[in-house]
């Protein structure tokens, strides 16, 4: 199918398509023109990548990941390891901006009070 094809078939843009391409995650062959086609399969790898990117993971991660990525979308237990370390990356920020809240939430507190008093 041609790159366009595809992005209509995956609600996702072109350029989209053309990025995951130079980042490793999708394949396409080229006609003698140079056009792309990519085969039967790419609509599936691209709703694999998009739901590994909805997940927080970096296209690194996931250029990683993607061999060991299940038809379910499921991931092979060989690389839970890698998606526990995101998940611990991702509770770790929200614990530092809940913290980041809570500061901030006391000084707006604090400065209403000290409005009110003064007035």
Do not use: F, N, W
């Not at 909805?54 to 092979?76: F, M, S």
């Amino acid at each position: 199918m041609k790159i366009g094809e595809l992005a209509a078939a995956t609600d996702t843009s072109v350029r989209l398509l053309r990025y995951y391409e130079e980042q490793g995650l999708l394949t396409s062959y080229r006609l003698d023109s140079g056009h792309r086609r990519y085969d039967d399969s790419a609509p599936a790898a691209v709703r694999r990548i998009r739901a590994l990117l909805d997940a927080g993971l970096p296209t690194r991660v996931i250029r990683d990941l993607l061999p060991c990525v299940r038809r379910d979308g499921t991931v092979a237990e060989c690389k839970l390891e890698t998606l526990q370390e995101h998940l611990q990356g991702l509770d770790d920020r929200i614990t530092a901006l809940s913290e980041t809240r809570t500061s901030l939430a006391g000084l707006i507190s604090a400065t209403r009070t000290h409005a009110s008093a003064g007035t």
